[in-house]
């Protein structure tokens, strides 16, 4: 602060300099125009940044974001229909095969076969809350025989062969809704017996060497069981869940299977179905307090076969995410470079007229977010409004079941993340090195 004292006597001015004011000691001096200032740097970035795209041409400027579009679509799309093939492999194994919850005979101390007064059991369990239904199986194993052309020549095939309740099993799995020919057991048919395609063999079957070359609905075919029973049965249906699991089995009624095995009121499994809002683990201890010797699993249990699935599935996706992460950096890279190149002169000309350079980095930052945000847009209504539908009305069929999108709104929105970090990093590498140029070699382009 510069202070003019009345002159003296003689005509001389006195300036005298005055010493600044000091802050208190462990105060910072912080402007209070530091978050104005920031404002209006991004503010004029943003307009520059308006402008060079406006002023571009709109065919680049819809190929770029087109570009975009499909490198978030492939984010998306591959890790959805990965996903899809794990959710598949879920439904199918809680379905058809266990359910959510699975009760077993007895282990210690003495272990049992089969879950004895199964009846009473059922209905006490049916009486716990969110329990909304229950089944028993019987699973037999044994060798199916099947003579097609009455020659001597047959065809041995083991298998697993199921005994269940027809009537309860019609609401309780999407067996008796798969069938592709015939008919679905009922509760009289002691001599029927329902085959897999894929155990049958014919038309339709995935496989042409593991099956029985082509048993079909009224044919006869013998069964024998591991307990030494032999039974001659007739082909009454088959069917086909597009699960090679399932479709490798042969149902019969539990009433057959009693007589094989020679047991009545009881089961190698109870399957307990539970109500979407209910808490399988709650479920799972009030079974166990009714029958504290059984043993009770929940479905998850009897997926070890197919968790390899699930990690494969995942490094799968991060590969390919990986993959098209770089391209799309590479991509929006590409195009600031070329056109912060083909600038040079207008950027050092900014400089000239004081435009700083984190405001020139700042522009074209925005331009590559500008590209990938509408990337991510247009990549999101072309998922949501296309693709999804397009899979949900035709499924891939794959041997796990029918596939659709799945999507994961976690990975999704960080899928939309790891773009715009892309975009930024891309974007930035190439203004920053345009930015900091010597503005007279900037200018005359040497």
């Known amino acids: 602060m510069i202070a003019k ?42 307009y520059l940044a308006y402008k060079t795209i406006s002023r571009g041409k709109k065919a680049a400027n819809a190929l770029m974001v087109f570009i975009m579009s499909l490198a978030f679509i492939n984010l998306v799309f591959i890790s959805s229909i990965l996903n899809g093939v794990v959710v598949a492999i879920d439904r ?18 003495v ?15 049916g009486r716990l809350p969110g329990v909304a239904a229950t089944s028993r199986h019987y699973k037999l194993s044994g060798t199916v025989i099947f003579d097609k052309n009455k020659d001597g020549r047959s065809v041995r ?6 005994g269940v309740d027809p009537e309860i099993e019609k609401d309780f799995s999407e067996v008796a809704a798969k069938m592709v020919r015939g008919r679905y057991l009922d509760g009289t048919g002691s001599g029927d017996i329902i085959l897999g395609l894929d155990l049958a063999g014919g038309p339709g ?9 082509g048993a079909d609905v009224g044919d006869k075919v013998e069964v024998v069981f591991n307990n030494g029973v032999t039974r001659k049965y007739t082909v009454r249906g088959i069917y086909q869940t597009n699960f090679a699991l ?44 009714l029958s504290p010797a ?9 997926s070890g076969m197919f968790s390899g699935v699930s990690s494969t599935v995942s490094t799968i996706t991060a590969v390919i995410s990986a993959i098209g992460l770089v391209v799309a950096a590479v991509t929006i890279f590409i195009v600031i470079f070329v056109n912060v190149t083909n600038k040079r002169r207008q950027i050092g000309i900014l400089k000239a007229i004081g435009i700083q350079e984190r405001i020139i980095i700042y522009s074209y930052v925005l331009q590559a977010l500008f590209y990938a945000v509408s990337g991510v847009i247009f990549g999101t209504l072309i998922t949501l409004f296309a693709l999804v539908p397009y899979f949900a009305s035709h499924p891939l069929e794959l041997p796990v079941g029918s596939i659709s999108l799945a999507l994961n709104w ?34 005359w382009g040497s």
């Open 157 to 162: 095939r083991g298998s697993q062969i199921i």
């Open 410 to 443: 976690t990975r999704f929105a960080a899928n939309i993340g790891m773009l715009l970090g892309a975009a930024l990093i891309a974007g930035c590498v190439p203004s920053w090195q345009g930015a900091r140029e010597n503005i007279l070699k900037a200018i």
């Open 92 to 109: 199918q194994l809680k379905t058809n095969v266990v359910s959510n919850i699975v009760i077993e005979p007895q282990e210690e101390p």
């Open 294 to 302: 059984l043993v009770v699993r929940p479905w998850t249990e009897y």
């Open 111 to 125: 272990r049992k076969d089969y879950i004895q007064r199964v009846q009473e059991l059922r209905e006490d369990i």
């Open 205 to 213: 079957a995935s496989s042409t060497i593991d099956n029985l070359k």
């Open 5 to 46: 004292e009345r002159p003296p006597p003689g005509g001389l001015v006195v300036i005298r300099r005055r010493a600044p004011e000091r802050q208190p000691c462990g105060k910072l001096s912080v402007s209070k125009s530091y978050p104005i200032t920031v404002f209006k740097n991004l503010k004029t970035a943003a």
């Open 246 to 289: 399932v479709d490798h089995m042969a149902f019969i009624t539990s009433k057959e299977s009693e007589t094989v095995i020679a047991a009545y009121d009881s089961a190698s499994q109870v399957l307990v179905r539970v109500e979407p809002s209910a808490s399988e683990e709650r479920i799972m201890a009030g079974i166990r307090k």
